[in-house]
């Protein structure tokens, strides 16, 4: 049976992420990277890399008696599932809903727009 991949939350995310930028990454290094902007004990990161690999989203091995962990996930594979989650939860499956509510929300820029629209025109092609 494989593994389930869905993440969870916003430390889920984070842990990824630092562990993205880096490539591999020890819990050390992630919780160094998530303590910038997080108050979050180092045993927490521990615990949460550790249930993040049973779910499939890291592997690790040991190096120097530290576990190093390296993503499953690709970044492209989890953002597009949780965009799906977000789509079906949140806008019934409405890729309208979600833009309309981006550009009326305001914090899309008009060149993030531009950018928008011109990727529209080039897939209409």
């Not at 910038?36 to 690999?53: C, F, H, S």
């Not at 953002?79 to 809903?97: A, H, I, Q, W």
């Not at 008009?110 to 950018?115: I, M, V």
Request: charged share 40%; no cysteine; glycine share 4%.
């Amino acid at each position: 049976m494989p593994k389930q991949r869905q993440v969870a939350g916003k430390r889920e995310m984070m842990i990824l992420h630092a562990v993205w930028e880096r490539g591999e990454a020890t819990v050390r290094d992630v919780h160094r990277e998530i303590s910038k902007t997080d108050d979050v004990a180092y045993t927490t990161i521990m615990t949460m890399m550790q249930k993040m690999e049973k779910k499939g989203l890291l592997e690790h091995y040991e190096d120097n008696r530290a576990f190093v962990y390296r993503a499953i996930a690709r970044r492209e594979e989890v953002e597009s599932g949780m965009l799906r989650e977000l789509l079906d939860k949140v806008f019934n499956g409405s890729y309208e809903g979600l833009v309309n509510t981006l550009v009326r929300d305001k914090r899309i820029t008009p060149a993030e727009l531009k950018k928008l629209a011109d990727e529209i025109e080039r897939r209409r092609k």
